[in-house]
C-alpha cells in the first residue's frame, strides 16, 4: 500500500464511527502545528491559502490549489481534505479532470461545490449540480485512490438559505456518489437534524465558525464530522491585524507578550 492508500483508509475509518475535528489550515506551517495538537485529520482553507497570497478565495487558481495541497500533505503524516472549491470549471467533465489532477497530490479527499459565483444565479441548476459530483465520482474512480469524495450545496453561503432545497441537493449528491454530505452555514439544531435525519446513513460534516456549538452537542445530533473553514486563519489575521494597528495608531507594542513560542515548535523537525 502507498503512504496516500494509508491515508485514504484512516480517513475513511474517522468517519464510520463518532464525530471527530478536522481543522483547516492555510499552510504547512500551521498544518504540522495542528497535528502536533493531536488532530487525526485536517481540511485545508481556499479562503485562508488565498489570503496568503494576497488574494480573495475566489480569485484562486488550479495550479495555486494543486501547489498547495502537495504542500500540506508534504508537511504532515495526517490524511488532509481538500477545499477543492466548485472543481475549477463549470463543465462535469473538466470538473473531473481537475478532480483526477488533485487527487495525484496525495490527498485523502475532497469537496465539490455547487456555488457559480454568478450573483444572479448562485447555485449550479440542480441537474448540472449533481452531473457534477457524478463527474467527480467517476474520476475519483478512475485514479484508483479512493478519497473521499464529500459534496457540497452553499445555498446558506450563497444567499439562498433554503433548508428544503439544500436538503434535496445533498440527498441527490449522495445518491450521485458523494460519500459525505455538506452545507456550509447551517447554524440551528433543527436544520443539523434536518440533514443528518434526510441523508443517513452518509456521514456530515459541520462547519463551525462561530461558537454556537460543541464538539460533544454535534455529535449528539449525528454529525460525524466537524471544520472550521478559514476561522483559524481569521483568528491569526485578527491578532496580526490588532497588533499592527495599534503600532500604526499608537506607537505602542502592548500585544507582544506572552506570545507563543513558534520557533521551538519546528526546531526538533
Request: proline share 4%.
Amino acid at each position: 500500500m502507498t503512504e496516500q492508500d494509508d491515508r485514504v483508509d484512516a480517513f475513511r475509518r474517522l468517519h464510520d464511527v463518532g464525530c471527530f475535528v478536522m481543522p483547516n489550515p492555510w499552510d504547512a506551517g500551521s498544518a504540522l502545528a495542528l497535528e502536533q495538537s493531536g488532530f487525526e485529520a485536517l481540511a485545508t482553507t481556499s479562503a485562508g491559502y488565498a489570503w496568503t497570497l494576497g488574494l480573495a478565495d475566489n480569485q484562486l487558481l488550479l495550479d495555486q490549489t494543486l501547489e498547495h495541497l502537495r504542500a500540506v500533505v508534504g508537511a504532515v503524516n495526517l490524511p488532509v481534505n481538500a477545499d477543492f472549491q466548485g472543481g475549477f470549471a463549470d463543465d462535469p467533465e473538466q470538473v473531473g479532470t481537475n478532480v483526477k489532477l488533485a487527487a495525484e497530490t496525495g490527498i485523502a479527499g475532497l469537496s465539490i461545490e455547487d456555488s457559480t459565483g454568478d450573483a444572479a444565479e448562485p447555485l449550479y441548476e440542480f441537474e448540472l449540480a449533481v452531473d457534477r459530483i457524478r463527474a467527480a465520482r467517476r474520476a475519483i474512480d478512475a485514479s484508483g485512490t479512493g478519497i473521499v469524495l464529500t459534496g457540497r450545496s452553499e445555498g446558506f453561503v450563497a444567499g439562498r438559505p433554503d433548508i428544503d432545497e439544500t436538503i434535496r441537493r445533498l440527498q441527490a449528491y449522495a445518491e450521485a456518489g458523494a460519500d459525505c454530505l455538506y452545507a456550509p452555514r447551517i447554524g440551528t439544531v433543527a436544520q443539523i437534524s434536518a440533514i443528518v435525519a434526510a441523508v443517513s446513513p452518509k456521514p456530515v460534516n459541520l462547519l463551525v465558525n462561530a461558537p454556537f456549538i460543541t464538539v460533544s452537542e454535534a455529535a449528539s445530533l449525528g454529525v460525524r464530522r466537524i471544520s472550521v473553514g478559514g476561522t483559524l486563519a481569521r483568528t491569526a489575521w485578527s491578532g496580526f491585524l490588532q497588533a499592527a494597528q495599534e503600532i500604526a495608531d499608537e506607537g505602542t507594542f502592548s500585544r507582544f507578550e506572552e506570545l507563543p513560542d513558534v520557533e521551538a515548535r519546528f526546531s526538533t523537525r
